[in-house]
Structure formats: structure tokens, C-alpha cells
């Protein structure tokens, strides 16, 4: 066995103080996954993504936003003209992380009748 093969991973989530786990609580949200999943189709403001996300409240898009530009997955930009507004937009991070959170969505849209059948023999279950 060489020296390489005995170090253990640099990041494990499965431990408590993994670094991964902030990064994988932030991207695991489901207003994370619909804020990244409509930049890809182009810039967006603030306004719009609220309009466009039914049921994210302002405080909520807010934090999300904070939270996927903190870890360099959004970018926010100030365009200055008449009135200031700010743009957010995927980062190059945020690009590839949009292929695997697409990848999800398809899954649930393709699978959504099985769920809601599982669901309903469960709760006729109980």
C-alpha cells in the first residue's frame, strides 16, 4: 500500500466537522436549487427571482442569495443606470453545479407519479 492510498480523504461530510456539510446544507435547499436553476437560463434581479419562485418569501431569497454567493456559486452585480438594481448570476462554480442540480430536477419530474403513489399508500398505512 502506498503513502497516497493510506491518507484518508481530504473531506469526509460523513464527520461532523467536514467543511463539506456547510457547503452541501447550503446547496441541498430547496430554494438553492430553484434560485441556481433559473440563473442558468440568464441574469437575474432580485424582483424577477422573487416573482418568478412562487412561495420564497423576500427574507428567505435574501438569505439563499447570501448564502450561494458566500460560497462562490452566485455572483451579485451592482448595475448602476437610472435606478441602481443588482444582477445575480451563476458563477463559473455555479455553472457546474447546475448540470448536477438539473440532473435532480429531471429525476423528480420523471418519477413524480411514483413518489405521490408511495405517499399515498404510506399515509393509507397509517
Same mark, same amino acid.
Given at each position: ?26 446547496i ?9 436553476g433559473?440563473?442558468?437560463?440568464g441574469? #437575474?434581479?432580485?424582483? !424577477?427571482?422573487r ?5 420564497? @418569501? =423576500?427574507?428567505?431569497l435574501? %438569505? ?10 452566485v ?12 444582477e445575480?448570476?451563476p458563477?463559473?462554480?455555479?455553472t ?7 440532473q435532480l #430536477?429531471?429525476?423528480? !419530474?420523471?418519477n413524480?407519479d411514483?413518489?405521490l403513489? @408511495? =405517499?399515498?399508500?404510506?399515509? %393509507?398505512?397509517?
Open positions: 500500500m502506498s503513502d497516497q492510498q493510506a491518507l484518508p480523504p481530504p473531506w469526509n461530510p460523513y464527520i461532523a466537522t467536514c467543511p463539506t456539510r456547510q457547503v452541501l446544507d447550503c441541498a435547499d430547496k430554494w438553492a436549487v430553484l434560485i441556481i433559473l440563473l442558468i437560463g441574469d #437575474r434581479r432580485f424582483g !424577477e427571482l416573482r418568478d419562485i412562487q412561495g420564497v @418569501s =423576500q427574507k428567505m435574501t %438569505q439563499t442569495l447570501r448564502s450561494l454567493e458566500r460560497h462562490g456559486i455572483s451579485r452585480t451592482i448595475v448602476d443606470g437610472q435606478v441602481t438594481t443588482v445575480y448570476a458563477t463559473e462554480l455555479g457546474s453545479l447546475s448540470i448536477v442540480l438539473d #430536477r429531471v429525476w423528480a !419530474e420523471q413524480m411514483k413518489v403513489t @408511495s =405517499q399515498t399508500s404510506y399515509d %393509507q398505512r397509517q
